[in-house]
């Protein structure tokens, strides 16, 4: 019994990893990643954020209309495709 009690426990832990990060915020499944701080060329500093991967479409980037950023909560401004 104790076996068992303690699997659901180790597996309740691995389930919820896989859904929120450190800060209890959504992540998503391979759909973004990580960026780092960094400065430009022009010496503009842009701030550690997530971003979604490329894929040839701006369609469902977080800043794209009719999108909402699941880690800031904030709607897409930018133009889709084809407008």
Do not use: W
Not at 63 to 72: A, C, D, E, L
């Amino acid at each position: 019994m104790k076996k068992v009690l303690l699997s659901l426990i180790v597996f309740g832990f691995a389930v919820s990893a896989g859904f929120a990060d450190a800060k209890g915020t959504k992540v998503s499944s391979g759909r973004d990643h990580s960026v780092s701080g960094h400065v430009t060329k022009n010496g503009t500093y842009v701030a550690p954020h997530r971003a979604t991967n490329p894929n040839g479409t701006k369609n469902d980037n977080y800043s794209t209309k009719s999108n909402i950023n699941p880690y800031t909560g904030k709607a897409g401004t930018k133009k889709r495709d084809g407008e």
